[in-house]
């Protein structure tokens, strides 16, 4: 990178009021696929630049129709690091649509609905789940005494008080759905703090790699001269939707339902604002020069499609008054909920795994051209370039 900096700068410095930049990609920037530019390059005798967009030929001409004129540049690579990222996300998708299991597993497999602490010194000495039977209302108009998973706790315990309550038990009570006409909900199985910590603290490296990316995706497309404005409405949606997710996070549907709902909308609404602008800046840069647009729709496409469900659903379950035991019927609202975020989060994720962007490279010079570069040094030194990209996936981020 160096050398060709310097290869570069050698060639500007002949034509007093040019930057390297420009000396690489012309005032006029980055252009669409099949527009075949040379950049700024100047002669060791007269500084003079050349420039054709359709018939002269040049040892250095660009043309993003050509193989080995751009190349593609991943968002980030294999890592330690973006491996480790990667898993938390799909633990973040395990622990997010296993919660009925979790639930099981956690409450009554291991018991933990009798755990108890015991202190001779301190307190409170109560159950984790203490909630009195006749307490809990199961959607479904079933006896929640009379269920046999309650009948097996109260044996067990040799208490009646078994139910997990709201805030009670190391994942939201999973025997009978008691969030209205919704069943089970995915903000009931995470109103437990475990459980809210787990969902909040899995998912966070993948809000992670949501800045990761777009520093990278900024440095990659800077020819493109994004406006500024947009640039800033980028970097705010996102850290909106980090403050609005951590309200989210703190007002669970038990303690502050009304926060709890009103912030369920908003974090993803800054999100798809975020993941959106990708598809703007896609564009400017020019769409065939990135799969940024693809993968973008892809998540829009999971997430909306799950809430067009969502509705039918609430219209021909709810509205109608239906009541059913069938185990996936009391699900779907949750299922709706879990495919919804999936197509949400996994933006981030996926850009950091399948992401590319097209950047212009210096193509094969076997003879090495000193009159295309720069005369002395500048051109003997080109002469050992082959196929490096012009942007650097080491260079800082530069600001918006």
Known sequence: QAILFQAIINGASLAGSRTPTEAVLGREGARPAGMRFIPTLFRAGGGERQEDNESQTSPLAFDGAAAGKFREEPLTRCSPLSSAFLASYLAWLAFMWGLPQWSYTLNDSMMMFNHRWQSYTSGPNNYLCMTPTEEMTCSDGSNFADLPIVKWRMAVSNRTNVGCGCGQGVIGEGSCGQDGGHHYTLSSYIATTPATGAFAGLVAPAIATMWWVMARFYELTRPSKPPHWLCV????????????????????????????????????????????????????????????????????????????????????????????????????????????????????????????????????????????????????????????????????????
């Open 233 to 400: 409405i980028h970097h705010f949606s996102l850290l909106a939707f980090q403050i609005v997710f951590a309200m989210f996070a703190f007002g669970t549907d038990c303690i502050y339902l009304p926060l709890h709902l009103w912030t369920s909308v908003a974090f993803q609404a800054c999100m798809w604002l975020y993941n959106m602008i990708y598809i703007v800046l896609s564009c400017l840069y020019g769409p065939r020069h990135s799969n940024v647009i693809w993968i973008v729709l892809s998540g829009a496409a999971i997430s909306l499609g799950a809430n067009f469900l969502m509705k039918v659903w609430e219209t021909f379950q709810i509205d109608s008054g239906l009541s059913t035991k069938v185990y996936v019927m009391q699900h779907s609202f949750f299922i709706w909920e879990c495919l919804m975020l999936t197509g949400c989060f996994s933006v981030g994720p996926l850009l950091m795994v399948l992401g590319e962007v097209e950047v212009p490279s210096m193509p094969r010079r076997a003879r090495g051209d000193a009159e295309a570069v720069g005369a002395g040094a500048g051109g003997a030194q080109a002469e050992r370039l082959e196929d490096q990209p012009i942007l650097s996936g080491s260079s800082p981020a530069p600001a918006c």
